[in-house]
Nanobody, 123 residues
């Protein structure tokens, strides 16, 4: 099991940027497929972005393509989500997830989750 801690959330105006970080402890992230999900008030948790364990493959939900970038630094055991051109509809709690992967592939379901970080975008 890997412990995950998200950070970097906050309040930003529409059009602004934030960079979320997901730091892992307990074991190295090498071999782990990682992803970001978000949950808006009163709604279910939804997929945002994912990255394979080498970083060679990424995937995004259509609504964030061209605005968000997922990346990782396995030496620092950290995954990032750079969010640009933020919109009020991006307001949510953002969670990162991890799941071990034998292949360098994208996964959409995860075994380990962080506690989340709040992102609020004002109009």
């Amino acid at each position: 099991q890997v412990q995950l801690v998200e950070s970097g959330g906050g309040l930003v105006q529409a059009g602004g940027s934030l960079r979320l970080s997901c730091a892992a402890s307990g074991r190295t992230l090498s071999g782990y497929s990682m992803g970001w999900f978000r949950q808006a008030p009163g709604k279910e948790r939804k997929f945002v972005a994912a990255i394979s364990w080498t970083g060679g493959r990424t995937a995004y939900v259509d609504s964030v393509k061209g605005r968000f970038t997922i990346s990782r630094d396995n030496a620092k055991n950290t995954v990032y989500l750079q969010m640009d051109s933020l919109k009020p509809e991006d307001t949510a709690i953002y969670y990162c997830g991890a799941s071990y992967s034998f292949a360098d592939t994208i996964k959409y379901d995860y075994d380990d989750w962080g506690q989340g970080t709040q992102v609020t975008v004002s109009s």
